[in-house]
């Protein structure tokens, strides 16, 4: 519950503040409260909606994804990213693939815009075909996590969407490391791409967790990238944070 209370805050700041704020689900299928109930319950009236976009996987029944996705829209939300989830673990995918679930989705509700998922370390041409094809179903998408130590993944995802004419709105993935401790970053391993030995050599120069963030957003804007997404803020301290690292960024 405490975890919640400090969610709630964290959301109240930062939206206030005009970040929008996404919010997952399970990605891997583990039971879990129901993150949208908690929202609408907790969340008050005093918050804009339209900045919180919560996360839909696969990993729950076909029945509970086209209900969460009813309840988003009548509660107010605009947005949702709808994803697959791990297939390495937990229940079953409802669907094959994401782009399936929100294809049901924009059949049912067409006022909902819809985000998928890039992932800019996988072939390049093969990723961009799937957001070009017109059976993505998504107004919007955000990538899996990229750093500035593998910005040769990025500009080859850049140039390949620029070549295709893709004209799909992207975040691009930033992760907030900690630290550099290698148990930690094993762990992490299991789910993203992880630059173990670079983000060693910064923190082991003595770079703060802060200034690590912001050198990849600021190699991210060097090459092109416009929107991001910042992922793991530490929840009590997320907008103090996230000011600290777009200012040495840049951004601010």
């Known amino acids: 519950m405490d975890a919640w209370i400090d969610t709630y805050h964290a959301v109240r700041r930062l939206t206030r503040a005009g ?22 319950i907790n969340l008050g009236q005093d918050v804009p909606r339209e ?3 919560p996360f839909l996987t696969t990993k729950h ?28 673990v937990g229940p079953a995918r409802a669907v094959s693939h994401a782009w399936q679930l929100r294809q ?31 059976e993505f179903n998504a107004e919007f ?13 990025v500009t080859r995802f850049l140039d390949a969407a620029v070549r295709r004419g893709l004209t799909l709105p992207g975040l691009f993935g930033v992760f907030y490391y900690r630290s550099a401790k290698p148990r930690t970053l094993e762990i992490l391993k299991e789910f993203l791409p992880v630059p173990v030995d670079g983000l060693a050599g910064e923190f082991g120069a003595g770079a703060s ?19 991001f997404y910042i992922s793991n803020l530490p929840i009590g301290k997320a907008h103090s944070t996230l000011a600290r690292i777009l200012e040495l960024a840049g951004i601010r």
């Open 19 to 40: 970040t929008f704020v996404f919010l997952t689900d399970s990605a891997v299928g583990t039971k879990e409260e129901d993150n949208l109930r908690h929202l609408a």
């Open 51 to 53: 900045r919180i976009v």
């Open 61 to 88: 029944s076909l029945e509970y994804c086209l209900s969460y996705a009813e309840r988003a829209h009548q509660h107010g939300f605009r947005s949702l990213v709808v994803l697959g989830g791990d297939k390495s």
């Open 104 to 134: 049901l989705l924009r059949g049912r509700n067409a006022d909902l815009e819809l985000g998928g998922w890039a992932n800019p370390h996988a072939d390049a041409e093969r990723q961009i075909d799937f957001l070009v094809d017109a």
């Open 141 to 153: 998408y955000l990538t899996q996590v990229v750093s500035h130590h593998d910005l040769t993944a």
């Open 209 to 227: 967790a802060d200034e690590v963030c912001a050198r990849t957003i600021r190699a991210l804007a060097g090459v092109g990238v416009r929107h």
